[in-house]
């Protein structure tokens, strides 16, 4: 079986790990937090002591780190002392520039990388139902598809070097304009008179329909499952909404692409989560739009 090292084992790291030592893999770990450590230890992960000791000899290292900060810095950390021949996948959810560098710290040292960002959230890493989105050449692709399928579900090569952040910061802007713009719809609706079910039983069979109202709806009711009937508790909570929408802004102001929803999207975000609700779910907006007041 597969050697795979394993960096960040934090909310989604830990599960994922958990699930490559369910699926028989030799599964070497690290984190900065040693409780995390320790429950990754629970779970049948080795533990290392340091990054580096965990990816010597493997054949597989898998990053799930906070932010494309950490990314550089740790494959700075850990490339030089990779098996070559290696493939090295980064799942963070991370600026395309960075994602770009640490392909190319890579292939500096000849290893296989691929930045594989996912969806599906902690429910997602848990279960093993993630989307991986991958961005790299065939050959990393080929050679991580069969790990990153013991994590997730649908598994995806978008393109080259950085085209899986790229389809996760598009993906998720949309998302967040169209959470955004349901929510209104219903803040409207409330105001005309119309019943939530009534507007969902049309909106989610017409032209309005999107995930945000048909699996995501963002008031109670109409999809029980969804975090409006569970007090807004995430499900994706908004502070990573905004993080996303803020790295599909830089992404926009560096290739030079105009997005003004998407861009008022991210204010909108930036302003629910300063009213002190970065820990609610991001459906959630929709109290903080109806507690505005009318501006015109
Ligand atoms: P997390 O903060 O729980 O985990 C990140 C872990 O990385 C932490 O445990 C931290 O200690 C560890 N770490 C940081 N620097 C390190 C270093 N130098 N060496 C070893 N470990 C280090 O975050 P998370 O929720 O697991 O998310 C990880 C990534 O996945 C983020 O980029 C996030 O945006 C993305 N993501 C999260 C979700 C979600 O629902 N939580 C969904 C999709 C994508």
Redesign the pocket.
């Known amino acids: 079986m597969t050697t795979i090292a394993f960096?960040?084992?934090?909310?989604?790291?830990?599960p994922m790990a958990a699930n490559l030592v369910k699926a028989g893999h030799d599964v070497r770990g690290?984190?900065?937090?040693a409780a995390?450590r320790d429950g990754a230890a629970a779970d049948g992960v080795q533990i290392a002591a340091s990054?580096t000791e965990a990816v010597k000899g493997a054949d597989a290292i898998i990053t799930?780190?906070?932010?494309g900060k950490?990314v550089r810095?740790?494959w700075a950390?850990i490339v030089p002392h990779a098996k070559s021949g290696a493939v090295i996948v980064d799942?963070?959810?991370?600026d395309v520039d960075s994602a770009r560098a640490a392909h190319a710290l890579a292939a500096e040292r000849g290893l296989k990388s691929l930045d594989a960002?996912?969806?599906?959230?902690?429910g997602g890493?848990k279960a093993g139902t993630l989307t991986f989105m991958c961005g790299g050449a065939d050959d990393a692709f080929a050679a991580a598809k069969p790990i990153l399928e013991k994590m997730g579900k649908r598994i995806v090569h978008c393109g080259g070097a950085g085209a899986g952040q790229a389809a996760k910061i598009c993906n998720n802007m949309i998302l967040g304009a169209t959470m955004i713009v349901t929510c209104e719809a219903f803040a409207l609706a409330e105001k005309l008179g119309l019943s939530h079910q009534a507007l969902f039983d049309v909106a989610s069979t017409s032209s309005g329909q999107s995930w945000s109202i048909t699996t995501y709806c963002p008031v109670p009711g109409p999809v029980p499952a969804s975090p409006a009937n569970n007090s807004y508790k995430p499900g994706?909570?908004a502070a990573?909404m905004l993080?996303?929408l803020k790295l599909a802004q830089e992404a926009a102001q560096s290739a030079g692409a105009q997005t003004p929803l998407g861009a008022h999207a991210a204010e909108l975000y930036e302003q629910y989560n300063s009213a002190g609700n970065e820990n609610a779910d991001f459906s959630g907006i929709i109290n903080y739009l109806r507690s505005q007041k009318a501006s015109r």
């Open positions: 960096i960040g084992l934090g909310n989604m790291g830990g690290f984190d900065l937090v995390l990054g799930m780190l906070p932010a950490h810095a740790v950390e799942s963070s959810t991370i960002p996912v969806s599906g959230g902690t890493a994706f909570a990573l993080k996303d």
